[in-house]
């Protein structure tokens, strides 16, 4: 009951034609569709055989179901660089708020010290206010 072990070549040559079967609808498993599970029972490997010692076909695998490993890597990269021109806007925006705010802490303070400067001129009582003088 010794088998000889396939070579790396024959390996590849019956996942390709496992991909092969699986497409044209003539799977020994009945299979359907191509994906990694499929593609592994068809041509009577593991699933993760495919994964680690055959990354073409893994990623041959992977173009049929609309998933290349450079798709999904430009689609991350692009939602990378959207998401880090929003940060840099809001950042923007922030430090904007920020400046108002601290402007508008000022211009507040130094009417409160105005108002207190009156209140405190009122309070002393030899002050009068003026009437209206007509202009």
Same mark, same amino acid.
């Given at each position: 009951m010794n088998r000889a072990r396939k070579t790396a070549e024959v390996?590849?040559?019956? $996942?390709k034609l496992a991909i092969f079967r699986i497409e044209r609808g003539r799977a020994h498993t009945k299979a359907t569709k191509v994906n990694f599970t499929t593609v592994a029972l068809e041509a009577g490997v593991s699933a993760s055989l495919i994964h680690n010692c055959y990354p073409d076909?893994?990623?041959?695998?992977?173009?049929k179901n609309g998933?290349?490993?450079?798709q999904q890597r430009d689609a991350k990269q692009n939602e990378l660089t959207e998401?880090?021109?929003?940060s840099k806007q809001l950042r923007s925006d922030l430090k904007e708020a920020q400046?108002?705010?601290?402007?508008?802490?000022?211009?507040?303070?130094? $009417? $409160?010290?105005?108002v207190r400067t009156l209140?405190?001129?009122?309070?002393g009582g030899?002050?009068?206010?003026?009437?209206k003088m007509p202009v």
């Open positions: 390996r590849e040559k019956e $996942l076909i893994a990623e041959q695998i992977r173009s998933r290349s490993s450079r998401e880090k021109n929003k400046a108002m705010i601290a402007n508008l802490a000022s211009i507040n303070e130094t $009417l $409160l010290i105005r209140e405190a001129a009122i309070a030899n002050v009068r206010a003026f009437s």
